[in-house]
């Protein structure tokens, strides 16, 4: 691989690295969601400053092509932050409908009450004099 190879390659890892620290920064990123992107782009910062060590652990656990293990590892990651936001969605789903059951009976409660006052509000002009 050419020196301006890894040198984008390195420059586009800092450049996402930077993006997500910002989006902490700003809080529009929870730290929940953030650790699997700063661990991602930290590898592959680390990845590119020393291609060497990618082509070791690729040696290491038996991979051929240091690319597989970096794709390999980049689709586990994913799969890891869909199994977490999959995991969110069911917990949200769950309090929006508890949420919405809330909402309908106390829609149900105010229907009642303000039947309840008109019923007494009729009960009152029945009982009252309408030629004073």
Known sequence: MTATA???GIAGAVL???VV????RRRRLRER???WWLIATTLAVIAGLFPGLLVWVADLVGVVLP???VFFVSIGML?????QHSAELTDLESE???LAERTALLEERIRLLEAGQ??????????SDPAI
């Open 118 to 127: 008109r019923a007494q509000l009729s009960e009152a002009d029945e009982g």
């Open 16 to 18: 996402m690295l930077s």
């Open 79 to 83: 799969v890891l932050v869909a199994i």
């Open 96 to 98: 929006t409908r508890v």
């Open 6 to 8: 890894y040198l984008v």
């Open 33 to 35: 969601h953030a650790v």
């Open 21 to 24: 620290i910002e989006l902490l």
């Open 67 to 69: 690319a597989n293990l």
